[in-house]
T-cell receptor, first 112, second 112 residues
């Protein structure tokens, strides 16, 4: 089955700096890579996703890159703000109705 | 704004008791997932359904856990008998093929 590794497990950055979270996956058939943000005590919510026919996707201050050859994908948050503080999960799936395998999560703290 | 609902939101029970958690997926969604979240293991997939049929429950301890979808508007997760190690937050999520999963607010279970 799919195995998703995520690092770092915790990340502290100064407000305004960039944050990068990296993930690797094992199943070469995976083609859908969502990222979820979970604020303390809340439900995980999708913030961005990428499919394997695209190498990069951007939405305002967040971007995701995908390297299918290396089976790596990363989340980039620029100009971080205190409200970006949360746990971020990467995930991988074969798409369609296939299950999604989540990484362990990265706790991001943005220091004002 | 359609949302996944879960009941109860909190449950405290004694070891050995039966626990039933309920989930109402978003109307029209055809996939339903049950996850368990703990600090140590992150988000673990317990079971998932497509069009009410169970597709994968390999993540679920079969001797004590069971998941069902009596109809398209209700998914249940039962633990019998419950044990202290089952203490966790249980999330239900629903989605359509090839789209994001929408998470419910979760059930925080404490087994004493």
């Amino acid at each position: 089955g799919e195995n998703v590794e995520q690092h770092p497990s915790t990340l502290s950055v100064q407000e305004g700096d960039s944050a990068v979270i990296k993930c690797t996956y094992s199943d070469s058939a995976s083609n859908y890579f969502p990222w979820y943000k979970q604020e303390l005590g809340k439900r995980p919510q999708l913030i961005i996703d990428i499919r394997s026919n695209v190498g990069e996707k951007k939405d305002q201050r967040i971007a995701v890159t995908l390297n299918k050859t290396a089976k790596h994908f990363s989340l980039h948050i620029t100009e971080t703000q205190p409200e970006d503080s949360a746990v971020y999960f990467c995930a991988a799936s074969r798409g369609g109705y296939q299950k999604v395998t989540f990484g362990i999560g990265t706790k991001l703290q943005v220091i004002p | 704004d359609a949302r996944v609902t879960q009941t109860p939101r909190h449950k405290v029970t004694e070891m050995g008791q039966e626990v039933t958690m309920r989930c109402q997926p978003i109307l029209g969604h055809n996939t339903v997932f049950w996850y368990r979240q703990t600090m140590m293991q992150g988000l673990e997939l317990l079971a998932y359904f497509r069009n009410r049929a169970p597709l994968d429950d390999s993540g679920m301890p079969k001797d004590r856990f069971s998941a069902e979808m009596p109809d398209a508007t209700l998914a249940t997760l039962k633990i019998q008998p419950s044990e202290p190690r089952d203490s966790a937050v249980y999330f239900c999520a629903s989605g359509l093929d090839r789209t994001e999963q929408y998470f419910g607010p979760g059930t925080r279970l404490t087994v004493t």
